[in-house]
């Protein structure tokens, strides 16, 4: 499956930690898209769609969530609670995202600008893209 998480360095000291995020070094494609999504209770499901092009790495700057990802053969969840862990999906990988903690930002760094023409909202023709 076309995912990997990447470990940010973290800069600290007794005043706290700094996270930075560079581009070119830290981040595998050009950014050309900044969002983030708060105030989710737990048991809602977002998601649910997959990209035909867009890569993104996800992560949460506060709280946790679980990422269902599916790439049409197997899925695989995986627990983001760790401000510089970075989830990095490439394109055509169904995603689903859950279990939101009542504290959860979930910040998401894209590869393209929003296009409502690459994204799959259908799980079955998600399915038959991907064979």
Request: overall charge negative; charged content about 35%.
């Amino acid at each position: 499956m076309e995912y990997e998480l990447i470990d940010f360095k973290v800069r600290g000291d007794e005043r706290g930690s700094l996270v930075a995020l560079e581009g070119s070094s830290e981040i595998p494609f050009e950014i050309k898209r900044v969002y983030y999504i708060y105030g989710t209770k737990r048991e809602v499901i977002r998601g649910r769609h997959s990209h035909r092009k867009l890569q993104q790495v996800i992560f949460c700057p506060q709280g946790s969530c679980d990422f269902i990802l599916d790439d049409g053969k197997e899925r695989q969840t995986i627990h983001l609670n760790r401000p510089n862990c970075g989830l990095y999906i490439k394109s055509n990988i169904w995603r689903e995202f859950t279990n939101f903690s009542e504290d959860c930002v979930v910040m998401v760094l894209a590869s393209e600008h929003y296009d409502e023409a690459d994204y799959i909202r259908d799980y079955d023709e998600f399915k038959k893209e991907v064979k």
